[in-house]
């Protein structure tokens, strides 16, 4: 059962509680909408995450002041949001997007067990690109020290979903106007090879043909 | 001047406070993700938002939770992101996500004005597909009463950019890792038109060569 604060009310037939749902949208969105509140304001941040077994983590910078935030107990907010396409309907008031998303919230505990920070980095750079980890210098001791990673528990969440045609009143299936969905999605273009890329070193698969 | 509450902290480099940066991102960008706290509890919830002038306009139902929150004069933040790469490095410390974004805070105020109101509506529709309200059926009276449409004033935004190649190390450039960019855009496929499409109306040039 979903806890009354995240139990979808606006258009609830959209709405899914399932870990499968939720897992699926969190994995495929590169980044997330961070909320947390600071002297009273609230602040939204895009940040990257990767989820693990039952944990979302985000990461940053040791002297982020989000993150600071964060750790001190403050309650946060993970939105992720992914968008398929734009509805458009006959009336103005049935237009629409589809578009699938997570809000998540709870309190974020800072990873502080040296293989479950690094566990989290890996889970960081394979959210990115899968299969990425295994080509790339791994963090030093330094950078583990001056990245702070936290998590959030996927205890509390709701997805929100649509999909489908636009849904027009009766009478308005009568006008000329074109009706459909134009779908939208994050895609890929030719990678831009690194100047200073050594010779000899050949662009992996996971960049040529890059999908989420 | 920024305000201290929106100016750039981490990587101030990337940051930018001019309005022609904001107003391009706040348009390019569909959907924004807007923060407020209820009960304590900060929620973050992604949103169509279009930009007239120097107000950021967002709207919803008349009973939805979120609009009457803000419309009772909650401290706001409304945060759009533009995913433009993602920046491969040679180590996992310099993998990052290039992207363009905008903060802007403030404390949202009702439209009363039955011609902004409309306006706004507009602003949605055309936000979304350049050109669209031209050719479908406008508002009722009940369908304007049953939407909510408010603002906040664009008086203390910022902006945060990154572009370009990874940043690596000086010794990681000798690693025999490929390094570079993967662009990354919202992209549009061939529109689905709608099964209950009225005979003779053809596709418009705006859905089947949408562009943001």
Known sequence: MPSPRVRVRRLPKRAAYDRATINAILDEALVCHLGFVHNGQPFVIPTLHARIGDRLYVHGSSASRMLGTLAGGAAACVTVTLIDGLVLARSAFHHSVNYRSVVLLGTATPVTDPDEKVAALQGFTNHMVHGRWDDIRPPTPQELKATNVLYLPLDEASAKVRTGPPVDDDEDY??????????????????IVDDRLKDGVCMPEYASAYRR
């Open 174 to 191: 009568e006008l000329d106007v074109w009706a459909g969905v134009v779908p939208l999605a994050l895609e890929a273009g030719a990678p």
